[in-house]
């Protein structure tokens, strides 16, 4: 199983680009790089997921380079509604049992 | 598209007791997984069924148990509820369990244990 490392926390000021990385040193080759975005109270969202180079969607984007052993979520523009706990998971095949979410990273927008 | 729906979404018992929660996962999505948050642990994952069957088990102990219907809605059971139970219980679901298919969770049940 894929163990992934991301920073506990993060503050962001309003109207700037987050970046948040996850190492995953040992992530095998069918392994997918998925993220997910979590409220109090609420279940935990997906946002974005990859398998490698750059993946975009209305929300984020998605940075994996050659080697995968890393990852960065970007968050353009964020707001206060982005005050959020993001996962990093990475697995593969059948299916999300096989993966951990971990802690997080939790990330508080700042006006 | 209705979202995953988990009742109730607030629960009080008593050590002791059993408890039942229900999932009833997004249309056409044939497999539903279940996941205890705490503060301590986290998300940690109980287990997945997928065509009426319990494809997967977490670490959890045998108080544990869950059920898949035809129509893929699910319930999960606690039985002799414990003080450390006290959770919020979330369901997920997606199409057939696979990681390249994002899961779509319910806002959980919050169990307190008394």
């Known amino acids: 199983l894929a163990k992934t490392t991301q920073p506990i926390s993060m503050d962001s000021y309003e109207g700037q680009e987050v970046n948040i990385t996850c190492s995953h040193n040992?992530?095998?080759?069918?392994?997918?790089i998925t993220w997910y975005q979590q409220f109090p109270s609420q279940g935990p969202r997906f946002i974005i997921q990859?398998?490698?180079t750059k993946v975009t969607n209305e929300v984020a984007s998605l940075f994996i380079p050659a080697d995968r052993k890393s990852s960065t979520l970007s968050l353009p523009r964020v707001s206060l509604s982005d005050t959020a706990v993001y996962y990093c998971?990475?697995?593969?095949?059948?299916?999300?049992?096989?993966?951990?979410f971990g802690t997080g990273t939790k990330l508080q927008v700042i006006p | 598209k209705a979202g995953v729906t988990q009742t109730p979404r607030y629960l009080i018992k008593t050590r002791g007791q059993q408890v039942t929660l229900s999932c009833s996962p997004i249309?056409?999505?044939?497999?539903v997984s279940w996941y205890q948050q705490t503060p301590g642990q986290g998300l940690q994952f109980l287990f997945e069924?997928?065509?009426?069957?319990?494809?997967n088990k977490g670490n959890f102990p045998g108080r544990f148990s869950g059920r898949q219907f035809s129509n893929s809605r699910s319930e999960m059971n606690v039985s002799t509820l414990e003080l450390g139970d006290s959770a919020l219980y979330l369901c997920?679901?997606?199409?057939?369990?696979?990681?390249?298919?994002?899961?779509?969770f319910g806002d959980g049940t919050r169990l307190s244990i008394l």
């Open positions: 249309s056409g999505h044939r497999s």
């Open positions: 998971l990475v697995g593969s095949g059948e299916g999300y049992q096989k993966v951990t």
């Open positions: 997920a679901s997606s199409l057939e369990g696979q990681i390249n298919q994002p899961q779509h």
């Open positions: 040992n992530i095998a080759t069918n392994d997918y």
């Open positions: 069924y997928f065509s009426e069957t319990q494809r």
């Open positions: 990859g398998y490698k």
